[in-house]
Structure formats: structure tokens, C-alpha cells
């Protein structure tokens, strides 16, 4: 065998990047190296299996899948065999020298700042796969040979973890992979069995294939090979005889998360589709769900054959945070991902899960209002994007919206809707609402001045999302949402009674209002007395069927043309400020004030003005004659 072939290689510079931090900040549990070098001998056999439904050629049936770990005391080495797919040369140096998990760049961007804890936690849930075995080595060498590869020569790459690899011809006969860790002095205590016992417990009881290791009889002399898994899939055991503990160590084998899951669904369905299917609600956000190609998605098998990782055709976008295994008895195992975009059993798939999901966090916000509180805190805003995405469930999305409003006292969305209803005033006809920039700017919009009188709740709204969102939420149990900040009926009835009562005013002031039509023409709409503020001398309120002031500003920040917004203008003739400039004869100052107060309410509206200067300079003026 010719070894002259050595060749050396570097690094990428993001594989460096990422070793460095790992071997910083992976202080806490070093031991999931063991669980990914599993996890990818599990993926190559998986891989091998589901490639030998179209090339039967590829597997040989004598041998059984299998993952065998052997310690060597004397060198101070731990070895992870399996006979899975194996590499190309090819293979080993996109896998092993570079990192082909799109969003890496943004990910190693997302530690900076971070400290080490959090560093900790984020690097386990993008999954440290293969580089993690330079935590407890000083070196690593791999030995592979690709399953179609019919020779009887393999690959050798061997590393320090440094700048740079290595890779070698070499003789193997068996098909798969060996991975053999040379332990770092101070990592001894992963040359015990027991502990390598303890961790695979831990980590890798669900893997489906059997794991064993390597141990000494004393009655017989010899080494035999003891299986440490139960290697049977949860998902396809009874529920009864799943423990609480048992969901969890599988959750977290899945998702590399180290929390536990919220709460979780396990369900056998059985009809025309029998599926089943194991959901879980996260504690916390992965990195990348605002991330466009976030990887997120289920984890697809066929009559429990593994098909593949992060398959997004199960779940509508918005509950995009759910994790989990979808193991379908319908689908053709030899599906590709396209061919699962356009089938008609992925749809029914999709129907059932969605429903499945909602429902499970129904019941939570039943059972556990506290978790579902966290729930909503983490992935709320994601939810939201549930009314424009799926219109079919709505409703069961509209239940578990939450919102802040004027009597909550605070930004933390905890209100349902069925809540508000029930302290709903008798006379109250509508859901009302105001959205703004910012929960302060929502709780002290003048708009909101009449309901605090009448002491009537109103939602305040303030993620970017939710102008949006309410785009699509037209009724909830049959009362219609209404925001405040749009001309609207429903109120008028409220306010008309005390204006009509109070003919005074109303005569005293229509001449009034007849002279500020004239200097505003075209600038409003129209312009009117109202009797809906009390510390506020005047305000704009949009037409029922324009365009609100939130929607103009998100389509202008994305970029889109926004057609010039024409307010009423309302006026409160009670305000004394109102009435001082009502009794002001001089033509020329009278003018000004009324424009400057067209200006005040537009910029309490939008939260900014056209021309700041003009308003300034109109105001100073005004200063000065005082
Ligand atoms: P991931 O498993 O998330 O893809 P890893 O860093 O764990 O990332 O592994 C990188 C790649 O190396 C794998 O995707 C796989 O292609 C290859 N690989 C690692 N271990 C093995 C193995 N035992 N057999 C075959 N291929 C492997
Ligand atoms: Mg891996």
C-alpha cells in the first residue's frame, strides 16, 4: 500500500472560527461529543438505508446495522465504528474541513458579545456535530470507505484540531466509518465504560440502531460485545409506558436543546392516514427563527424509516418553533423533498398536525396558564403571523393571541380576547384597539382619552407585526374589531348624545369650524367638533376605509409607495386653548394657530412630522406674540 499520498490540507476559516470557540466554551458538558459522533453514525446508517431503497446494491444483508465503541486503556483511545454510508475523499473534505450548514456566518456573528454561558447554550443547539471530538482530543483520526466503493482501499484523515488536516490512502475492507479519538490527558474518565454507559443512556437511548460496546467477561476470558441502547423509537412505543423523563431525554436528543420542552403531543392515528406524530413546544427560541432559511421542520420517517431531517412541508410557517418526529405508514419511501411539496398525503398531513398544534397550546392555556404565559413571550410574535398565514383556523388562533391593554398597567401581553369580552361595558359593541410605534406611544395616544372616561378597555398594539395581523382578524365571537383611530360609529353613539345636548356649543362653535375648513381646505378631510378628548385640544382620526397611520408607516419602510393620508380633523371645544383661539379676531394669527394645531395632532399621530422646521418656526412665532 503506498502511504507516499499524504496530503495536507487547511481549514476554512469559519471550521477554525468555530473550533476555537467550542474548545473555549464547551466547558460545562464536554460529554456531548460522544452524542454527536453517535448521532452521526446513526445518520450514516439511516443515510445507507434509505439510499439502498433505490440502489438495493448498496447494502449487503448479512450485515447488520450497527455502532460499536471500543476502548483502548493502553493508548488512551475511544473508538466509534459504524458500517453506515461511509465517505468519499470527496465527501471528507466537505465534511470535515468546511461547514456546508448554511447560516454558519450569521450564527458565529450571533455569539459576538454573548457570554460564555449563553455562548454555551447556543453552540449545543446549533449542533457542534464532528468538531466537538477536538474538546477531549489532541488528535483524531477517521477511517472511512464509502458504501458503493467496491475496493478494498479507504480514506484516512487524521487532525489536531489546529490549522489544518491530513488525509491518506488507506487499506479497509469493511464498509463505514471509524473514528478514533486520542484523549487529551485531563479526559481519562472517557476510557471507563460505565461512563461511556452513563452518557449513552443519556443521550442516545432513542437512536435506532443498536450501540455496543466492547467489554471483558471474566468468566469466559474474552471481549464480547454488550448492547447499551434500547433502540427502539419512542415515538412508536405506547404512551402509557413512556415516562415524563423519557419525552424529555428524547426531545433533547433531538434538538440538541438542553432545556426541556414546554409541553409536548404524542399521537397514534389510525383510518386512511395512519401516522404518528410527537410535537414539541420549546422553552426557548432557536437562533435563526427570524432567520428566512431557518432550518427548522420535523423530522420525517416512513413505517419508521428514517426519510429526513427538517422537513418543513408538516407545519405552516407560523409554528415554524415546533419540533418534533412525523412517522407516516402512507407516504412512498423513496420521497424526495419536491415530491413531498406536491402530495396530497403531505397536505392532509399538514391539516392534521397544524390542528394538533393549536390544540395543544389550547390546552396548555388552559392548564398551566404560567407556561403558556412563557410561551407566549418567547414565540408570540412568531404566532402572530398565524391570522394572515391560515385562514382556516383563525378562530383557533385568535383564542390564543394575548395582548396588553389600558387596564393591564403593563407592556406584557397576558389578555386574551375571551378575557377582554367578559369585562366588556354593557353599551360596548366592539373589540376596540389602537396600534403604535411603542406601548408607550399606544398607552398615551390622545385617541385613548374617551375610553379612559368611559372607562372602556382598549388593546394596545405595538409589534411591527400586529397593524398586519389585524388586517385579518375581523371578529372574534361575534363582536368586530375596531381601531380607534379610525372614524367609526359604534363611537359616535357615545359621544353624539353630549354634543347635541350641549346646543350652546354647538352653535357658538360652527362658525368656528366654518373658518378653519377654509384655511385647511384640502389639507383634511373634513374637519368637526368631538367630545371624545378631554386633555387634548385636537386630534386626527383616518377615514374607515383609508389606509391607518401604522399600515403607511410599515409599507413605506418596506419600501412601497404610500398614498397621501387625509385625516378628520377633530377639535374639542372644551379645551381652553380651543376657546382662546376661537375669540382671536387678528386673521393672520388666527391662521397660524389653527394650522399649528393640525400640525400638534399629526405629529401625535404619525410620530413625526413632514416638515419639523415649518412647525417649529410656526410655533416660535407664536411664542412671541404671547
Ligand atoms: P451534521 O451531522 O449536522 O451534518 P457534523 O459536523 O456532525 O454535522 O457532520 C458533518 C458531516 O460529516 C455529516 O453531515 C456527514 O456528511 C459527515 N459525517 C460525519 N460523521 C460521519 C459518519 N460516521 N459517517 C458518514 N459521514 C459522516
Ligand atoms: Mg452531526
Redesign the pocket.
Known amino acids: 500500500m503506498n502511504i507516499k499520498n499524504k496530503e495536507t490540507y487547511k481549514f476554512q476559516s469559519e471550521v477554525k472560527q468555530l473550533l476555537h470557540l467550542m474548545i473555549h466554551s464547551l466547558y460545562s458538558n464536554k460529554e456531548i461529543f460522544l452524542r454527536?459522533?453517535i448521532?452521526?453514525?446513526s445518520?450514516?446508517i439511516d443515510?445507507l438505508r434509505f439510499k439502498s431503497i433505490s440502489s438495493p446494491s448498496l447494502y449487503q444483508s448479512n450485515n447488520l446495522p450497527k455502532i460499536q465503541i471500543s476502548i483502548n486503556k493502553a493508548q488512551k483511545t475511544l473508538i466509534?465504528n459504524?458500517n453506515?454510508?461511509?465517505?468519499t475523499k470527496k465527501?471528507i473534505i466537505e465534511?470535515?474541513g468546511t461547514?456546508?450548514?448554511s447560516g454558519t456566518k450569521s450564527f458565529l456573528k450571533s455569539l459576538e458579545n454573548k457570554t460564555n454561558d449563553i455562548k454555551n447554550e447556543l453552540i449545543g443547539q446549533f449542533?457542534?456535530?464532528?468538531?466537538s471530538s477536538f474538546i477531549v482530543s489532541d488528535k483524531v483520526i477517521?477511517r472511512?470507505k464509502f458504501a458503493g466503493n467496491k475496493s478494498n482501499e479507504g480514506i484516512l484523515w487524521e487532525s489536531q484540531g489546529t490549522g489544518e488536516y491530513n488525509i491518506t490512502n488507506i487499506a479497509k475492507k469493511t464498509k463505514?466509518?471509524e473514528?478514533i479519538l486520542f484523549l487529551k490527558k485531563e479526559e481519562e474518565e472517557f476510557l471507563e465504560t460505565w461512563r461511556i454507559k452513563n452518557i449513552v443512556s443519556k443521550y442516545s437511548d432513542h437512536i435506532t440502531t443498536p450501540i455496543e460496546i466492547q467489554t471483558y467477561e471474566e468468566k469466559s476470558k474474552t471481549y464480547i460485545w454488550e448492547q447499551i441502547n434500547q433502540a427502539k423509537a419512542l415515538w412508536t412505543k405506547n404512551k402509557s409506558s413512556i415516562s415524563e423523563k423519557e419525552y424529555q431525554e428524547f426531545y433533547k436528543y433531538l434538538t440538541n436543546d438542553q432545556n426541556n420542552p414546554i409541553t409536548w403531543s404524542h399521537n397514534h392515528v389510525e383510518g386512511t392516514h395512519e401516522y404518528i406524530s410527537l410535537l414539541y413546544i420549546p422553552k426557548k427560541a432557536e437562533w435563526d427563527i427570524w432567520n428566512k432559511e431557518n432550518k427548522n421542520g420535523l423530522k420525517l420517517y416512513v413505517k419508521r424509516v428514517y426519510i429526513m431531517d427538517n422537513s418543513k412541508e408538516f407545519l405552516p410557517n407560523y409554528l415554524r418553533f415546533i419540533r418534533g418526529v412525523i412517522d407516516s405508514n402512507n407516504l412512498p419511501l423513496n420521497i424526495s423533498r419536491e415530491i413531498l411539496q406536491n402530495n396530497s398525503i403531505t397536505k392532509n398531513l399538514k391539516k392534521a398536525l397544524t390542528k394538533r398544534s393549536l390544540k395543544m397550546l389550547d390546552t396548555l392555556s388552559k392548564n398551566d396558564n404560567k407556561k403558556y404565559q412563557s410561551f407566549w413571550n418567547q414565540f408570540g410574535l412568531v404566532l402572530k403571523e398565524g391570522p394572515a398565514e391560515d385562514n382556516e383556523n383563525l378562530n383557533l388562533i385568535a383564542n390564543l393571541l394575548r395582548f396588553t391593554s389600558i387596564k393591564n398597567n403593563s407592556s406584557e401581553q397576558t389578555i386574551s380576547l375571551k378575557q377582554y369580552i367578559s369585562k366588556m361595558n354593557e353599551k360596548q359593541e366592539k373589540i376596540y384597539y389602537i396600534t403604535s410605534d411603542s406601548y408607550i406611544s399606544a398607552k398615551n395616544s390622545p385617541h385613548l382619552e374617551l375610553f379612559n372616561k368611559k372607562n372602556i378597555d382598549v388593546l394596545l398594539l405595538s409589534d411591527r407585526i400586529d397593524e398586519w395581523m389585524m388586517n385579518y382578524l375581523v371578529e372574534f365571537e361575534g363582536k368586530k374589531f375596531q381601531s380607534i383611530s379610525k372614524e367609526d360609529e359604534s363611537l359616535n353613539k357615545l359621544t353624539e348624545e353630549k354634543i347635541t345636548n350641549n346646543n350652546n356649543i354647538k352653535t357658538d362653535m360652527s362658525d368656528f369650524i366654518k373658518k378653519v375648513k377654509k384655511i385647511l381646505g384640502e389639507k383634511v378631510k373634513s374637519v368637526r367638533l368631538t367630545n371624545r378628548l378631554t386633555e387634548t385640544p385636537c386630534i386626527v382620526l383616518s377615514d374607515s376605509n383609508e389606509m391607518s397611520t401604522q399600515m403607511a408607516k410599515l409599507f413605506s419602510a418596506a419600501g412601497q409607495p404610500v398614498p397621501e393620508l387625509k385625516y378628520i380633523f377633530e377639535i374639542n371645544p372644551k379645551h381652553p386653548l380651543i376657546k382662546k383661539i376661537s375669540k382671536i379676531n387678528e386673521q393672520k394669527i388666527f391662521e397660524e394657530w389653527i394650522k399649528l394645531l393640525l400640525e400638534q395632532a399629526l405629529f401625535a399621530e404619525k410620530g413625526n412630522l413632514d416638515n419639523p422646521h415649518k412647525f417649529i418656526a410656526r410655533m416660535n412665532k407664536l411664542f412671541i406674540q404671547f
Open positions: 454527536e459522533l448521532s452521526n453514525a445518520d450514516a443515510k466509534i459504524d453506515g454510508i461511509g465517505m465527501d465534511n470535515l461547514i456546508a450548514k449542533g457542534v456535530g464532528f468538531y477517521v472511512t463505514g466509518t473514528i
